[in-house]
């Protein structure tokens, strides 16, 4: 059933469909309304988290929710790993690295059984049932031998990392486009290493989009012409020789903007747990609430300071098309949730939303010789570049003594290693005199574009963090003025957020 409602709730482009779908042949007790952003004929690409995907149930749910969009237009999914899975899979292939070869194994087969579980609950045919199983058999299979191999070796590369950890998308997308038949649409599993091209860096692959671009259109486009509802895998990609590689943990976001941009798509939806982007973590800050909408620039400003609603990367592919990007609840389908537009739209005050960053180590490079040095900084973040850790904050005392910089603690190990090499013969003749690491630290984020031109948010945020007595380490504001971000010990993270969420009216 489909009819034209009113503006959406917060002003959203002002046509809205709902569409009633019977669950129940699924198992699913409730009938929903889906309200969309828009109805079009356009493109929707569509990524479901892990969430989303979580059990029978979820996957059912997010059937419903493709099978709704492509019959409104045309649709792609894009789909994680279920809940948990990669974890767990990233856990089999270090205990393989380390000689459990069996206890890796079980781990497969716990694996496969979860899989099949779901697939007994969702696919009533056993012809159906056997097309998929054969599927997430051949998966698994790989997967023990991936295991078997890193066992004997007892090594564990990159690239055999990717292909371990990427096994939970070659698994859940199979069984959503299943499902996504089992509601009458025509439906196909599409591994991404036959849509997005990257580079060779495995583990966190950028993509190359020219080619991205013509792979995945030469790929998508006569599937959806077909009527076929292509459910792509998130996370993964291959390089141009078609080796497969990961775009880094929670990818798949990325994933979806990289194939919205590929294919020109109308909007991309992301389908989460909460609606949309929040004033705060809602697991830190309870009385969080939804943003209506938010402009790239500062969901791009939360999502680099550790706003795990979006992958750092996400809106990067999108933002020369100016495509939209929704974030919305998987579990609240009728709720609009966040619209990420190029400009946002304004709720007056400034700021807009709070985050953190909590795994942070802060790495000092200095002492007093280093005045005499000229190229310390260049050499210090050319090193950063190399070994790709992403720097989140940098001070510079006046002095020049001393260099200081935030990375996110996974990134700190190589990170120093690689400073320590190349600064090795500074520190032998006393010319650097110390690389320092502090890894108990957190970057807190204040964000908002309209900060720029209203007085005032520096000092407020300070003097709320005074008053409960939270020391500041380091403090860094953008020259764009769209954000404020400064250091703190990570055990005061949860009182600086509700201190700040509360001063500038952030609540409900
Ligand atoms: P998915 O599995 O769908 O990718 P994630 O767990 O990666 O979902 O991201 C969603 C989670 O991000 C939410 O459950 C919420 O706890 C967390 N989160 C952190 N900051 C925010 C924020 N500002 N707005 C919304 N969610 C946030
Ligand atoms: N499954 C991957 C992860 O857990 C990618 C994602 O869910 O976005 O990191
Ligand atoms: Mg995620």
Redesign the pocket.
């Known amino acids: 059933m489909r009819t034209h409602g009113k503006a959406g709730m917060w002003g959203t482009p002002d046509l809205a469909v709902r569409m009633e779908y019977d669950s129940g042949k699924l198992g699913v007790e409730h009938k929903f309304g889906l309200r969309w952003s828009e109805m079009s004929a356009g493109l929707q690409v569509m990524?479901?988290?892990?969430?989303?995907v979580g059990n029978a149930e979820c996957i059912a749910r997010a059937a419903q929710i493709v099978a709704a969009g492509a019959r409104a237009g045309r649709c792609v999914a894009v789909v994680?790993a279920m809940?948990g899975v990669t974890n767990r899979l990233i856990e089999a292939a270090k205990t393989a690295q380390g000689g459990g070869g069996e206890a890796a194994a079980d781990a497969m087969d716990s694996l496969r059984e979860q899989h099949e579980r779901a697939l007994r609950e969702l696919v009533k045919g056993e012809a159906e049932r056997d097309v998929v199983r054969k599927k997430l058999d051949a998966v698994i299979a790989e997967g023990l031998r991936f295991c078997e191999g890193t066992a004997l070796l007892r090594e564990l590369s990159p690239r055999t990392m990717d292909a371990i950890s990427s096994l939970g998308e070659r698994l859940s997308a199979p069984l959503v486009a299943a499902v996504v038949r089992e509601l009458g649409l025509k439906s196909e599993a599409v591994e991404a290493t036959e849509l997005i091209v990257t580079d060779e860096f495995h583990g966190g692959a950028e993509p190359r989009m020219e080619e991205t671009r013509k792979k995945s259109q030469a790929r998508i486009l006569p599937l959806l012409e077909r009527g076929v509802v292509p459910i792509a895998t998130g996370f993964l990609g291959a390089t141009a020789g078609g080796e497969l590689t990961t775009l880094g943990r929670?990818g798949?976001?990325y994933s979806a903007t990289i194939l919205g941009a590929a294919l020109d798509a109308d909007e991309v939806i992301?389908?989460?747990?909460?609606e949309?982007?929040?004033?705060?973590?809602?697991?830190?800050v309870k009385d969080?609430q939804t943003?209506p909408e938010i402009s790239y620039r500062e969901a791009a400003e939360?999502a680099y300071f550790?706003?795990?609603?979006?992958?750092p990367k996400t809106l990067r592919p999108v933002v020369q098309a100016a495509i939209p990007v929704w974030?919305r609840n998987?579990f609240a389908p009728e709720k609009l949730g966040t619209k990420i537009t190029p400009d946002g739209r304004s709720i007056g005050g400034g700021v807009k939303?709070?985050?953190a960053i909590r795994d942070v180590t802060l790495i000092s490079v200095g002492g007093p010789g280093i005045i005499g040095l000229p190229d310390v900084v260049g050499r210090t973040f050319s090193t950063t570049a190399e070994v790709r850790a992403s720097v989140l904050l940098i001070s510079q005392s006046s002095s020049q003594n001393d260099i200081c910089f935030g990375v996110s603690s996974a990134d700190a190990q190589r990170t120093v290693e690689a400073l320590r090499k190349e600064f090795a013969s500074d520190l032998d003749h006393h010319k650097v005199e110390h690389i320092r690491v502090d890894p108990q630290i957190a970057i807190v984020a204040v964000v908002g574009q309209n900060m720029c031109g209203t007085p005032g948010i520096a000092g407020k945020t300070f003097a709320a963090l005074g008053r409960e007595g939270v020391n500041l380490i380091a403090i860094a504001q953008g020259s764009s003025e769209t954000n404020i971000s400064f250091v703190i010990e990570e055990q005061a993270v949860v009182r600086a957020l509700q201190a700040l969420h509360g001063e500038f009216g952030l609540g409900k």
């Open positions: 990524k479901f988290g892990g969430t989303s994680s809940s929670g798949s976001d992301i389908w989460t747990d909460v949309g982007v929040l004033t705060a973590d809602p697991r830190l969080a943003i939360l550790g706003a795990k609603v979006l992958h974030i998987s939303a709070l985050t």
